[in-house]
């Protein structure tokens, strides 16, 4: 099983020089490490070039969007089996990736189609990241039931984030990429969304910590949001918009072959 780290970095080397040496200390090492620069200007490109043991793509800043779009692209390229996603504020603990893989394999023997496994993602004091808090299913319809999974720190969910998003190389062949004109927020929800909607199951597993290192731990409030950050939330509503609409659309379909 070939699996590759995708970081998409913009603008904090320091972040990044942590991410890329937490990855380095995995348990279960990724194969590849691949970092996409969204053309940084802090000194991030040339350190990247003395980082052999990496592979690094710069491309135009087209957002997290436009990076995960790219890294993406290219890790499916790389003939990745499984493609390990993250932004460069990422710090996962030692055994992440191989709690990931664990969980994917107990769901592989278990007959269950799953798309995506994402990680649980701590702020620096260890309480849940309000940013990425994932929404679990009421209903749960596969080989084996939510009690069999959640013994296996498996948590079956509508969505996931691209803190720490584990997905297949036949998922990317069938749903596509990541909406690189998302530019930013919303386009972890709406690609494990069409995961889902594909027929795939997703997966919290609650074993694999990630640490989301923000300056606070906030999830997006346009009313409470500093002053430098209120331009994202134009982005945020605009995508969200477009998330409910393919939402609806899939409901009157489904209506339509109902009646």
């Known amino acids: 099983m070939y699996i590759t780290a995708v970081i998409v970095a913009y603008n904090r080397l320091p972040l990044l020089k942590e991410c890329i040496h937490s990855l380095r200390l995995q348990t279960r090492k990724p194969d590849a ?12 490109g040339e ?16 957002g997290g969007a436009g990076g995960f779009n790219e890294g993406v692209k290219q890790a499916y390229k790389h003939n990745s089996d499984w493609i390990w996603m993250m932004d460069d504020d990422s710090i996962p603990e030692p055994g992440a ?6 969980a994917l394999e107990v769901t592989k023997e278990a007959g269950d189609r799953f798309g995506f496994f994402g990680s649980k993602v701590l702020f620096t004091d260890r309480t849940d990241h ?40 036949e998922v990317v062949g069938e749903v596509g990429l990541p909406i690189s004109e998302f530019f930013i927020w919303g386009d972890d929800v709406e690609y494990t969304k069409r995961i889902v909607n594909a027929g795939y199951y997703g997966a919290l597993v609650s074993n ?3 640490i989301h290192k923000t300056p606070v ?5 346009v009313f409470t949001d500093s002053a430098s950050n209120i331009w994202k939330h134009k982005y945020g509503v605009r995508n969200q918009l ?18």
């Open 33 to 44: 490490i691949m970092v996409i620069n969204n053309s940084s200007t802090d000194g991030t």
């Open 47 to 62: 350190w990247l070039a003395g980082e052999t043991d990496l592979v690094v793509f710069t491309v135009p800043n087209r």
């Open 97 to 102: 990736l191989h709690a990931l893989v664990t």
């Open 130 to 169: 309000l940013m990425n808090i994932q929404v679990q299913l009421n209903k749960f319809e596969g080989k084996k039931d939510k009690h069999f999974y959640h013994e296996h720190h498996i948590h079956p969910v509508e969505f996931s984030s691209f803190v720490s998003l584990l997905v297949s190389k």
């Open 208 to 210: 694999s910590i990630v």
């Open 217 to 221: 731990n906030y999830s997006h409030n």
């Open 242 to 259: 477009y998330i409910r609409r393919q939402r609806y659309c899939l409901f009157r379909r489904w209506q339509s072959r109902k009646s």
